[in-house]
Nanobody
Framework: QGQFVESGGGLVQPGGSLRLSCAASGFTFSTYAMSWYRQAPGKERELVAGISRLGYTTNYADSVKGRFTISRENAKNTMYLQMNSLKPEDTAVYYC????????????????WGQGTQVTVSS
């Protein structure tokens, strides 16, 4: 129970910006904390940013702090990730899911993931 559709990725130059969206369905969105994750080729899926149920509390990986902003609109069952000052090391497939733990914890608790959206930062 739970479906996620990530969108907004693309190819951008270093220093550019993208805004990702996560449309959720199949559960009561407003009752769950949510997170963005990313996975680069050959790497483990990692936690990027998390947000509490009402959006009052956020947290970020050190690698993106000050550049990315997570937000949500519960009335639209949608979460966002504004990404500024993008770097080549941000290149990855970006996913969303319930919870604010590791990707492994989300897999064990909820099982399902969306297809993700590809972000490529290159000159």
């Amino acid at each position: 129970q739970g479906q996620f559709v990530e969108s907004g990725g693309g190819l951008v130059q270093p220093g550019g910006s993208l805004r990702l969206s996560c449309a959720a369905s199949g559960f009561t969105f407003s009752t769950y904390a949510m997170s963005w994750y990313r996975q680069a080729p050959g790497k483990e899926r990692e936690l990027v940013a998390g947000i509490s149920r009402l959006g009052y509390t956020t947290n970020y990986a050190d690698s993106v702090k000050g550049r990315f902003t997570i937000s949500r609109e519960n009335a639209k069952n949608t979460m966002y990730l504004q990404m500024n000052s993008l770097k080549p090391e941000d290149t990855a497939v970006y996913y969303c899911n319930r919870g604010i733990g590791t990707a492994g914890e989300s897999s064990r608790l909820w099982g399902s993931w969306g297809q993700g959206t590809q972000v490529t930062v290159s000159s």
